[in-house]
Each structure stands twice: as structure tokens, then as C-alpha cells.
């Protein structure tokens, strides 16, 4: 357990610190990192992280609900098989007489010579290997519906990756060279020969040393990518991509009186910019500049030799303000920016403590989660009153961690799930005999808020809004099923499915209901399936899952013919899938009401572990295909003699999950990205089901739709 909280300063006053609060650890994992000496790591929403070590390897941890029940880590790991180690940089040493520049520079101009390897590399006898400086993801999906990742490495080389979504490896993207395009395009021609000293070959050389780069958050009309790159002179690039990022089809420059740019943050129009020297600047991206971007302030303007470490901005919308968190070693200065030109600035400065700050992220638009070298973990408040801004820090425990240094935090999309990453310390890490152990990288997922994650994820069940965007919630689900298993009552009996009403219209909101339990189930179904000590109850959770699937359908097909009965004529589409429908529902209830008698009239009912409940449930599904049969049949009225049941043997046995038609066998496909149902890959067809303007959606899960492409 952490110790008492260290002494912080805010304004010149002491902190007061209320209740320590404690970090609730729900799942641990190691990744191995062949070396940590100067790690980094990048984070654009919290779901999707990057690590990069000492060396060259890429490794990425992409947030997942769909993990096995016996491994529920909520993060898949992916790599980069081969390393990152061009030197685009060494093609503007050639006619440029590097002896003589050596022989004529000064003490501090030959030091700098010496110790940069980009200045000589093609003179060094051994060039040390590069090294990997920074490796973000776009936040856009490449025009294939792959993932898009850049790295860079300590000679400016820029390499694009890509893989789909959930996979495990990250391959090169062929086509465009950023950093040689930069080189040889955009930069204009330069006669080496008037090349003299070693100011003129520095600057030579800066301008097309690419230091730092990010991503502009998605904005573009048509799909595109935005990367805004850093220089060694303190100039930024931005290069407007095409959607498949083959081609760079827009640039834009804007030269700062900046130095070697090493830290760059983008926030909805904002761009975070520090340089090695320690000035910091705040731009915005304004379409209006011919550069693209705009100074808005000098945030830092004291060269104080300590590059920006770890920076953070957030929206504050009831205040209409943005909140920008600077780490300077162990101090955090905040801005808050208004959102209206004219109103005041204010600003407010924190000791943490600890020698330097190694994690910093957000746990809502008014406080955010610090970590310290000392492996002290604090929640720092802000408080905002009479134009004033306030901070007060407040410890956060953590369990067993004295012999670890936190070198990472990040906070997931819906800030529920805190992901801290550990290494030994170094008097641990002497002490370990296995070498391959000091290379890991531990992790510990876990939470310090005490919501209710239920609660939270119904609120996430919108018409037209996938639950994709709630991996982390759906993530938080699975971890608290897995360490509470001795105690699922609570969550069995969250919805519970004899509970619910179908004697009136079926509505969206029970569609949603049901889909919630889909996934408490699906979880549930999955722990008893994995754990030996409940898989006694593996067929009883096999038969309540097929109960809860027959309600999900029968809800949607209600849905769906409810609204084609509102419409005066039907497409030809819509007959067929209104017949199909009614064809389903009839193979629904014919299966029901056999398992509900066969298990009512059966002795061995009465010997199951949870006989009452089996009993209510058999009860229920015949009750259920009562109602079902009065439901359909009143539909069915409605939509008038048109719409003609399909015989139960002509039924295909694959079909569509929204139309109930059959899927025509090709090897284009469209799915649920949550739980792989197909569906037609029309979806145009399929929207003739829905009230215009509608999002497609699985009925099952609420997920989103993916389309594979066999040309693709």
C-alpha cells in the first residue's frame, strides 16, 4: 500500500486532502518490451494505446470486450515484426564536406556534431541503431476500414502501418514515403556547395528532420488523414493524406520560433507544441491561414531546459472552457481556456512530488489521475471560483507496488477503467536473476470510481448510436463478472427475463433492455462454460441464453412489421422480408413451446440445482408463445392477405439477422463487429425496414456493422 500522500502546493498554499481513495485492481498482465530505458507511450481516446521501448519495437494495446472468460485481459496486443530502421536523412550528407566543417567548428558546435548521429552518420565508424521516438494511431480508419498507426524513429524516418481491427501484427502501408517526400518534394532545392560552416549544415539538415508528429483529429470531409509534422527547426508540416493514405494530397507549413519540436498534442482545433528547450506554445488549426494553423498563446515561454513530458487538455462544457495540464518535472501548471475570445485566461501551478510526473490522464472534464516516479498515484481536482482556478491532489492506493515504478496511466474512452503500467525499480530489478524478466512490462487494469457499471451501460443504449462506442464499458462488465463469479446473483437477476411484459407494443427501449441482458448473458454463459466449478450449470445458462435470443428476435420482428404496417404499399423487399419474419416467428414458438412441455412434463427438472427457477422459466416460455401467437396474428392482420407465411420446409437454414432471408452464398460479407451475425451486404435493402434516417444496428447486440470485401 502506498504511504501517506507527500506535501503539494497549489498558488503558494497547502493542499488539503480529503479521504484516500483506492485503486480497485480487476485484472493484471505482463507485455515484454526488450527495453524500457526511455519508454513512451501514446494515447488519442484511452482505447487504444501505443508503447514504444528503447529499441524498435511497436507494440500496441487496442481495447476489446470479446476476451475469453478464463484470459479476461480487455486488451489485445499487437507488434510490429520488423523494425523501424531507415535513415532518410544520410542522402544530404552527399557533397557536403564534413571534415572540413568538423575541423573549423568551435568547442560546443563540435560537441553537438559528435553526439547527434544525424549530423554524421555517413562519417561515424559505427552509427548507433535508431531508436524509436513516438508511434500514434489515426483517428481515422483507412478507406478498407483497416487501422492506421505511424511510428517514428530518432533519424526522422516516418513509417505508416496498418492491420484490421482486433488482429494481432501490423504490416508496412506501400505507397507514400513521408519522410522522403518531405526530403526531396516539399522542401525547397538547396545548393550544398555554399555550405561552409556547421551552422549552415545544421540548418540544412533541421529543416528536414522530422522530431515529432501527430494526428489531427478526424475532420475531413472525405475520409482523409491529417498528419502535422514537427522539424528540427521548429518548423510544422501538415499533410492533408487521401483516404487510403497512398497519397499526400495537400501541405502546408508554418515556421515557429520554436526550437527542435519534441512533444506534440492535438485536441479537437487545438495543437499542444513544445520544443526541446522547454517553451511551449498552444495553436489553433484555422483553414483561414494559408499555413492552416494560428498562434493562440505562448503557454510556457521560460527556456528552461525541461522538454514537455506528459500533456493533457480536456473540454469543461458547462463552464465553455478548455483545461490544458503541462508536466514540467514534478510540477503541473493548468490552463483554463475559455471558449469566447475576450474572456480572462486563468492559470494555476501544483507540486506533486516525486522527483517527475510519469503518467497523467482524465478522469472527467474537471480532474484528472497523476503518477509520480515514486509510484504514488493522486486524483487532482480543479475547482473554479470567482476567477479563480484551484487544484487539490488526493492520494489513491495502490496495492504491492513498492518494488515498481509507474511509467504509464490512461483513463479508457468512458474514463470507467484506469490502465497503470509498472517495470522493477532498480534495486528490484538487480535482484531478478531472469534477464527476460526485467524486459516486462507489467499492467494492472482497474478503477477508483465506485458507479455502477449496469447503470452506466444502459445509459449507452441510443437509437442510433452503436454500442461500439462502449468497448470499455462492455470491457468493465466482463472484468466484474470475472472477479465477483462467486456472486453473479445480482447480476442474474438484473432484468430478469419472467419479468418481462409483451401484452402491449413492443418498443424500442424493451428492445434495448433485452439487448443489455444479451450481454450480461453472453458473459455469464461463457464464465460458467470456463470455470469447472460452474459448469454444472453450463446447460441450464445454454437454455436460458436461447430463451433470451427467441425474445430479441420476436421483439424485433415486432419492431419491424409494426412499422411496415404503417406504410400504404410495400416494395417487393419488404414483402419477402415481412414473410420471412413471420416464418421465423413461427419456427420461434413452435421450438419454445416443445422445450417448455417436454421440460414441464420431465422428472429430471426437479433435480437440477435451481429447479424453481427452471420450472418459472418453462412456465414463462409457454405464456411467452401465447402472447407471441396473438401479437404476429394481429399483425399479420394488419398487413393484409399480401404477405404470405413460407412454408416451415422451404425455411433457409442461413439467414439474415434484420430480414430473416436467406444469405446467398459469396464470399463479400457483412457482420455484427460485436458478435458476428451476418447479414445482407444491401444494407440499402435492409433500411427499408427501418424509419428513415435510421442507423443499422445489430438486434441482437446493438453493434455496429463490418464489410468485408473479397477484392479488398
Same mark, same amino acid.
Given at each position: 500500500?502506498?504511504?501517506?500522500?507527500?506535501?503539494?502546493?497549489?498558488?503558494?498554499?497547502?493542499?488539503?486532502?480529503?479521504?484516500?481513495?483506492?485503486?480497485?485492481?480487476?485484472?493484471?498482465?505482463?507485455?515484454?518490451?526488450?527495453?524500457?530505458?526511455?519508454?513512451?507511450?501514446?494515447?488519442?481516446?484511452?482505447?487504444?494505446?501505443?508503447?514504444?521501448?528503447?529499441?524498435?519495437?511497436?507494440?500496441?494495446?487496442?481495447?476489446?470486450?470479446?476476451?475469453?472468460?478464463?484470459?479476461?485481459?480487455?486488451?489485445?496486443?499487437?507488434?510490429?515484426?520488423?523494425?523501424?530502421?531507415?535513415?532518410?536523412?544520410?542522402?544530404?550528407?552527399?557533397?557536403?564536406?564534413?571534415?572540413?566543417?568538423?575541423?573549423?567548428?568551435?568547442?560546443?558546435?563540435?560537441?553537438?556534431?559528435?553526439?547527434?548521429?544525424?549530423?554524421?552518420?555517413?562519417?561515424?565508424?559505427?552509427?548507433?541503431?535508431?531508436?524509436?521516438?513516438?508511434?500514434?494511431?489515426?483517428?481515422?480508419?483507412?478507406?478498407?476500414?483497416?487501422?492506421?498507426?505511424?511510428?517514428?524513429?530518432?533519424?526522422?524516418?516516418?513509417?505508416?502501418?496498418?492491420?484490421?481491427?482486433?488482429?494481432?501484427? $501490423?504490416?508496412?502501408?506501400?505507397?507514400?514515403?513521408?519522410?522522403?517526400?518531405?526530403?526531396?518534394?516539399?522542401?525547397?532545392?538547396?545548393?550544398?556547395?555554399?555550405?561552409?560552416?556547421?551552422?549552415?549544415?545544421?540548418?540544412?539538415?533541421?529543416?528536414?528532420?522530422?522530431?515529432?508528429?501527430? $494526428?489531427?483529429?478526424?475532420?475531413?470531409?472525405?475520409?482523409?488523414?491529417?498528419?502535422?509534422?514537427?522539424?528540427?527547426?521548429?518548423?510544422?508540416?501538415?499533410?492533408?493524406?487521401?483516404?487510403?493514405?497512398?497519397?499526400?494530397?495537400?501541405?502546408?507549413?508554418?515556421?515557429?520560433?520554436?526550437?527542435?519540436?519534441?512533444?506534440?498534442?492535438?485536441?479537437?482545433?487545438?495543437?499542444?507544441?513544445?520544443?526541446?528547450?522547454?517553451?511551449?506554445?498552444?495553436?489553433?488549426?484555422?483553414?483561414?491561414?494559408?499555413?492552416?494553423?494560428?498562434?493562440?498563446?505562448?503557454?510556457?515561454?521560460?527556456?528552461?531546459?525541461?522538454?514537455?513530458?506528459?500533456?493533457?487538455?480536456?473540454?469543461?462544457?458547462?463552464?465553455?472552457?478548455?483545461?490544458?495540464?503541462?508536466?514540467?518535472?514534478?510540477?503541473?501548471?493548468? $490552463?483554463?481556456?475559455?471558449?469566447?475570445?475576450?474572456?480572462?485566461?486563468?492559470?494555476?501551478?501544483?507540486?506533486?512530488?516525486?522527483?517527475?510526473?510519469?503518467? &497523467?490522464?482524465?478522469?472527467?472534464?474537471?480532474?484528472?489521475?497523476?503518477?509520480?516516479?515514486?509510484?504514488?498515484?493522486?486524483? @487532482?481536482?480543479?475547482?473554479?471560483?470567482?476567477?479563480?482556478?484551484?487544484?487539490?491532489?488526493?492520494?489513491?492506493?495502490?496495492?504491492?507496488?513498492?518494488?515498481?515504478?509507474?511509467?504509464?496511466?490512461?483513463?479508457?474512452?468512458?474514463?470507467?477503467?484506469?490502465?497503470?503500467?509498472?517495470?522493477?525499480?532498480?534495486?528490484?530489478?538487480?535482484? @531478478?536473476?531472469?534477464?527476460?524478466?526485467?524486459?516486462?512490462?507489467?499492467?494492472?487494469?482497474?478503477?477508483?470510481?465506485?458507479?455502477?457499471?449496469?447503470?452506466?451501460?444502459?445509459?449507452?443504449?441510443?437509437?442510433?448510436?452503436?454500442?461500439?462506442?462502449?468497448?470499455?464499458?462492455?470491457?468493465?462488465?466482463?472484468?466484474?463478472?470475472?472477479?465477483?463469479?462467486?456472486?453473479?446473483?445480482?447480476?442474474?437477476?438484473?432484468?430478469?427475463?419472467?419479468?418481462?411484459?409483451?401484452?402491449?407494443?413492443?418498443?424500442?427501449?424493451?428492445?434495448?433492455?433485452?439487448?443489455?441482458?444479451?450481454?450480461?448473458?453472453?458473459?455469464?454463459?461463457?464464465?460458467?462454460?470456463?470455470?469447472? $466449478?460452474?459448469?454444472?450449470?453450463?446447460?441450464?445458462?445454454?437454455?436460458?441464453?436461447?430463451?433470451?435470443?427467441?425474445?430479441?428476435?420476436?421483439?424485433?420482428?415486432? &419492431?419491424?412489421?409494426?412499422?411496415?404496417?404503417?406504410?400504404?404499399?410495400?416494395?417487393?423487399?419488404?414483402?419477402?422480408?415481412?414473410?420471412?419474419?413471420?416464418?421465423?416467428?413461427?419456427?420461434?414458438?413452435k421450438l419454445l413451446l416443445e422445450d417448455s412441455r417436454k421440460g414441464l412434463d420431465s422428472p429430471e427438472t426437479e433435480n437440477l440445482p435451481n429447479s424453481k427457477g427452471t420450472h418459472d422459466r418453462h412456465c414463462f416460455q409457454e405464456a411467452f408463445v401465447q402472447q407471441m401467437k396473438i401479437n404476429f396474428d394481429d399483425l399479420h392482420a394488419q398487413l393484409g392477405k399480401d404477405v404470405i407465411e413460407i412454408p416451415e420446409e422451404e425455411q433457409p437454414k442461413r439467414r439474415c439477422c434484420v430480414s430473416y432471408l436467406q444469405l446467398p452464398f459469396s464470399l463479400d460479407r457483412r457482420y455484427c463487429s460485436q458478435c458476428s451475425r451476418p447479414v445482407l451486404v444491401d444494407q440499402e435493402k435492409l433500411l427499408q425496414l427501418y424509419e428513415p434516417g435510421s442507423t443499422l444496428l445489430c438486434p441482437c447486440c446493438h453493434g455496429s456493422y463490418a464489410l468485408d470485401l473479397a477484392t479488398a
Amino acid at each position: 500500500m502506498t504511504k501517506d500522500t507527500e506535501s503539494s502546493v497549489t498558488d503558494g498554499s497547502q493542499n488539503d486532502t480529503s479521504d484516500t481513495l483506492r485503486f480497485r485492481q480487476l485484472i493484471k498482465g505482463d507485455i515484454k518490451q526488450d527495453s524500457l530505458r526511455e519508454f513512451v507511450s501514446y494515447t488519442a481516446d484511452g482505447d487504444r494505446i501505443t508503447l514504444v521501448g528503447a529499441k524498435s519495437d511497436v507494440i500496441t494495446l487496442e481495447m476489446t470486450s470479446k476476451a475469453s472468460c478464463h484470459v479476461p485481459f480487455p486488451f489485445i496486443v499487437a507488434c510490429l515484426d520488423s523494425p523501424v530502421n531507415e535513415r532518410p536523412l544520410d542522402v544530404l550528407h552527399a557533397g557536403v564536406n564534413l571534415v572540413d566543417i568538423y575541423e573549423n567548428c568551435h568547442v560546443l558546435e563540435a560537441q553537438q556534431l559528435s553526439l547527434e548521429p544525424v549530423y554524421m552518420t555517413i562519417c561515424s565508424t559505427e552509427v548507433p541503431e535508431s531508436r524509436l521516438v513516438a508511434s500514434k494511431w489515426s483517428p481515422q480508419i483507412l478507406s478498407n476500414g483497416q487501422m492506421l498507426l505511424a511510428a517514428l524513429n530518432t533519424y526522422g524516418a516516418i513509417t505508416l502501418l496498418c492491420k484490421p481491427a482486433e488482429h494481432t501484427h $501490423w504490416s508496412r502501408l506501400d505507397g507514400l514515403n513521408v519522410s522522403t517526400t518531405l526530403r526531396d518534394t516539399l522542401l525547397p532545392v538547396r545548393n550544398v556547395s555554399k555550405i561552409q560552416n556547421f551552422k549552415q549544415f545544421k540548418a540544412f539538415i533541421d529543416r528536414a528532420w522530422i522530431t515529432m508528429f501527430t $494526428w489531427r483529429p478526424a475532420n475531413e470531409p472525405n475520409g482523409g488523414h491529417v498528419l502535422v509534422l514537427g522539424t528540427a527547426n521548429g518548423s510544422l508540416w501538415s499533410l492533408t493524406l487521401s483516404s487510403d493514405a497512398r497519397t499526400l494530397l495537400q501541405h502546408r507549413v508554418l515556421n515557429t520560433s520554436l526550437n527542435r519540436i519534441c512533444y506534440m498534442l492535438a485536441f479537437e482545433d487545438l495543437l499542444l507544441v513544445g520544443d526541446v528547450s522547454g517553451v511551449v506554445h498552444l495553436y489553433r488549426f484555422n483553414n483561414d491561414e494559408e499555413s492552416g494553423l494560428s498562434l493562440i498563446r505562448v503557454v510556457w515561454e521560460k527556456a528552461d531546459r525541461m522538454g514537455l513530458q506528459k500533456a493533457i487538455i480536456s473540454r469543461f462544457t458547462e463552464r465553455e472552457c478548455y483545461y490544458i495540464s503541462l508536466c514540467k518535472a514534478a510540477n503541473l501548471l493548468i $490552463w483554463c481556456i475559455p471558449w469566447q475570445e475576450g474572456n480572462e485566461w486563468l492559470h494555476t501551478r501544483i507540486y506533486v512530488g516525486g522527483m517527475k510526473i510519469t503518467g &497523467l490522464c482524465t478522469l472527467d472534464s474537471t480532474s484528472f489521475a497523476v503518477a509520480t516516479s515514486t509510484s504514488k498515484l493522486y486524483r @487532482i481536482n480543479l475547482s473554479q471560483e470567482d476567477k479563480k482556478l484551484t487544484a487539490s491532489m488526493q492520494p489513491v492506493a495502490i496495492d504491492d507496488c513498492e518494488d515498481y515504478q509507474i511509467i504509464g496511466l490512461f483513463s479508457s474512452r468512458q474514463r470507467n477503467l484506469l490502465t497503470v503500467l509498472f517495470h522493477p525499480n532498480k534495486e528490484y530489478a538487480g535482484n @531478478i536473476y531472469a534477464t527476460s524478466l526485467r524486459n516486462q512490462l507489467k499492467l494492472r487494469v482497474g478503477k477508483i470510481h465506485n458507479g455502477n457499471i449496469l447503470t452506466k451501460l444502459a445509459d449507452t443504449f441510443q437509437p442510433n448510436t452503436p454500442i461500439n462506442q462502449s468497448t470499455d464499458l462492455l470491457a468493465e462488465l466482463r472484468l466484474e463478472l470475472f472477479a465477483t463469479s462467486k456472486n453473479l446473483q445480482k447480476y442474474i437477476n438484473f432484468h430478469r427475463l419472467t419479468a418481462f411484459q409483451f401484452d402491449k407494443e413492443a418498443t424500442e427501449s424493451q428492445q434495448h433492455q433485452l439487448q443489455l441482458k444479451y450481454h450480461i448473458m453472453a458473459t455469464i454463459f461463457h464464465l460458467r462454460a470456463n470455470l469447472l $466449478w460452474l459448469t454444472l450449470q453450463t446447460e441450464e445458462s445454454h437454455k436460458e441464453m436461447q430463451l433470451l435470443l427467441a425474445m430479441l428476435a420476436m421483439t424485433h420482428m415486432r &419492431l419491424r412489421l409494426k412499422y411496415l404496417c404503417s406504410l400504404k404499399e410495400l416494395s417487393p423487399f419488404q414483402k419477402e422480408a415481412a414473410q420471412c419474419m413471420f416464418a421465423e416467428a413461427q419456427r420461434l414458438k413452435k421450438l419454445l413451446l416443445e422445450d417448455s412441455r417436454k421440460g414441464l412434463d420431465s422428472p429430471e427438472t426437479e433435480n437440477l440445482p435451481n429447479s424453481k427457477g427452471t420450472h418459472d422459466r418453462h412456465c414463462f416460455q409457454e405464456a411467452f408463445v401465447q402472447q407471441m401467437k396473438i401479437n404476429f396474428d394481429d399483425l399479420h392482420a394488419q398487413l393484409g392477405k399480401d404477405v404470405i407465411e413460407i412454408p416451415e420446409e422451404e425455411q433457409p437454414k442461413r439467414r439474415c439477422c434484420v430480414s430473416y432471408l436467406q444469405l446467398p452464398f459469396s464470399l463479400d460479407r457483412r457482420y455484427c463487429s460485436q458478435c458476428s451475425r451476418p447479414v445482407l451486404v444491401d444494407q440499402e435493402k435492409l433500411l427499408q425496414l427501418y424509419e428513415p434516417g435510421s442507423t443499422l444496428l445489430c438486434p441482437c447486440c446493438h453493434g455496429s456493422y463490418a464489410l468485408d470485401l473479397a477484392t479488398a
